[in-house]
């Protein structure tokens, strides 16, 4: 499967922003589906996955703020985000794997691009 990761940019402090990640493939629903973020000097970190099944896990440092979900019939998934904070700036990628979300990154055999999201202060 191949992932196209989009919608990231620069908002201040408090804003919302919602990426956007379109697969390739007729088999999307079989897919779990992540999100993961790495800053600078950092190492890539988990933020949200669903499953196959429309299970939804977040990382603590933005439960309550952030919301991802599926569309099967699009084959995309989406990472709503909202009330940003400035920690929240990293390059934000897109991951695949089968069925079961899990939040190592070395468990993803697919992964997008990235796009990049910039929190001001």
């Known amino acids: 499967v191949q992932l196209q990761a989009s919608g990231g940019g620069l908002v201040q402090a408090g804003g919302s922003l919602r990426l956007s990640c379109a697969a390739s493939g007729r088999t999307f629903g079989s897919y779990a589906m992540a999100w993961f973020r790495q800053a600078p000097g950092k190492e890539r970190e988990f933020v949200a996955g669903v499953s196959w099944s429309g299970t939804t896990y977040y990382a603590d440092s933005v439960k309550g703020r952030f919301t991802i979900s599926r569309d099967n019939a699009k084959t995309t998934v989406y990472l709503q985000m909202n009330r940003l904070k400035p920690e929240d700036t990293a390059v934000y990628y897109c991951?695949?794997?089968?069925?079961?979300?899990?939040?190592?990154?070395?468990?993803?055999?697919?992964w997008g691009q990235g796009t990049q999201v910039t929190v001001s202060s």
């Open positions: 991951a695949a794997r089968g069925m079961v979300v899990s939040t190592t990154h070395m468990e993803y055999a697919y």
